[in-house]
């Protein structure tokens, strides 16, 4: 008798269960990849990722703890070959570049057809990369322009993420809570914040992520 192939074995980091179970059941009818197993907050996917032998990690970017960007950089120190492709509902504008920096293999929206979706797991799998076509001809124009970067490029992965939270209408009470972080850590990013960019009021600051796409 042939051989079958070996399953691949995706988790998936996502504190959101309906995630899981959706790509759980779009795996279902592919016979190599299945999802077998979710981890909810970045602490538990870098312990999953220690004690467990994973194909690949499809990671959202803001989760319980440990940002997206964070638990990415540990997992290139720690399993640098680790396939990792990024799966979250904020838009290519926001985050996809710094994740693609970080060591990401590919950065896909939660809006996304299934079938792309899956696409994009086995490009990864493959070692590929996957990016859309927009990202694509974006990857394209920063390398071949070389220009300094806007101002909130000078920014830490979790003061980026802070900017992101703030212009989106959220206060500083809400983001500590969805961050697990304390008032006063995310208000001293705030402060790093405003500082770096030389502005002195949440308005500002919401103003300049929408001048420049960083929110919708």
Do not use: C
């Not at 077998?36 to 994973?54: C, N, P, S, Y």
């Not at 079938?115 to 797991?121: D, F, G, S, Y």
């Not at 996957?130 to 394209?140: A, D, E, G």
Request: net charge positive; charged share 25%; hydrophobic share 40%.
């Amino acid at each position: 008798m042939p051989s079958m192939k070996a399953i691949r074995k995706v988790l998936v980091a996502d504190d959101h269960d309906v995630v899981w179970m959706g790509l759980k059941q779009l795996l279902s009818e592919e016979p190599d990849i299945a999802v077998q197993g979710g981890a909810t907050t970045g602490h538990e996917v870098l312990e999953r990722a220690r004690k467990e032998r994973w194909d690949l990690v499809v990671l959202d970017i803001t989760l319980p703890g440990l940002s997206g960007v964070e638990i990415l950089k540990e997992l290139r120190k720690t399993h640098p070959a680790l396939p990792v492709l990024v799966f979250t509902m904020h838009p290519e504008d926001q985050y996809a570049l710094r994740m693609l920096r970080a060591g990401a293999n590919g950065y896909i929206t939660k809006g996304s057809m299934g079938k792309e979706i899956v696409r994009a797991m086995k490009i990864v799998l493959g070692g590929g990369t996957y990016v859309s076509s927009t990202l694509k001809r974006k990857l394209t124009l920063e390398r071949v322009r070389k220009i300094q970067g806007p101002p909130h490029a000078g920014l830490s992965d979790r003061e980026h993420q802070v900017l992101i939270m703030i212009a989106s209408g959220k206060t500083v009470g809400e983001i500590a809570e969805e961050l697990a972080l304390s008032v006063k850590t995310v208000s001293t990013y705030r402060a790093r914040i405003l500082e770096k960019m030389n502005m002195r009021t949440n308005a500002e600051l919401t103003h300049y992520a929408l001048k420049n796409r960083l929110v919708d």
